[in-house]
């Protein structure tokens, strides 16, 4: 089973962009999770996503955002980006919620 | 308030020798654990979780943990490190997603 798969891996964008991360999860899995990564704060839970609605969030402004589609696949979108947005971001996805969750890759997001 | 702490921010291990990564959380409810590794520029592989039940999970990798109620611990343990094992080690806990995590602790193994 293909794991899951996030796209794009590398991106960098300038103070006051937009930007949106794609995340596809494992086949079957319905629920999405988003996390950001830094060296100064660590992983920090973004949101969770299943069965396209938002099911938990974490404590971020709301310039972070996201959806969910029908098949499960799941977009993070960050607008008006500022500098200490630069971090990885993971996404996991699990068969539902309060269940083991499986991280992608990562996304790593360089703002100018 | 919910948290986990590892107490060890980088621990050198000789290779063949045992290793203990230590884990303290503090949760309302009934913790879901788990144990993660990342190594550079790359996701995270769960290597254990223990939801209930025995208290010593087994993981891959040759990697144990065992949940202590009374001390809120759940160390990672591993008879023998291998060079491969060099990486950096989180503890998480939830309630399986939103999870809060530890900042860490980088595993180096020396020949």
């Known amino acids: 089973k293909a794991g899951v798969t996030q796209t794009p891996r590398y991106l960098i964008k300038t103070r006051g962009q937009q930007v949106t991360l794609s995340c596809s999860p494992i086949?079957?899995?319905?629920?999405v999770s988003w996390y950001q990564q830094t060296p100064g704060q660590g992983l920090q839970f973004l949101f969770e996503?299943?069965?396209?609605?938002?099911?938990n969030k974490g404590n971020f402004p709301g310039r972070f955002s996201g959806r969910q589609f029908s098949n499960s696949r799941s977009e993070m979108n960050v607008s008006t980006l500022e500098l200490g947005d630069s971090a990885l971001y993971l996404c996991?996805?699990?068969?539902?919620?309060?269940?083991?969750?499986?991280f992608g890759p990562g996304t790593r997001l360089l703002v100018l | 308030a919910q948290s986990v702490t590892q107490p060890d921010i980088h621990i050198t291990v000789s290779e063949g020798a045992s290793l203990e990564l230590r884990c303290n959380y503090s949760?309302?409810?009934?913790?879901?654990l788990f144990w993660y590794v990342q190594s550079p520029g790359q996701g995270l592989q769960l290597l254990l979780k223990?939801?209930?039940?025995?208290?010593l999970v087994q993981g891959i990798k040759g990697f144990e943990a065992e949940f202590k109620r009374s001390q809120s611990s759940f160390n990672l343990r591993k008879p023998s490190v291998h060079w491969s094992d060099a990486a950096e080690y989180f503890c998480a806990v939830g309630p399986g997603t939103a999870l809060i995590f530890g900042k860490g602790t980088t595993l180096s193994v020396s020949s």
């Open positions: 996503y299943f069965s396209e609605t938002q099911r």
């Open positions: 996991a996805s699990s068969p539902g919620t309060e269940q083991t969750q499986y």
């Open positions: 223990y939801f209930s039940g025995d208290t």
């Open positions: 086949s079957g899995h319905r629920s």
């Open positions: 949760y309302g409810a009934t913790p879901y």
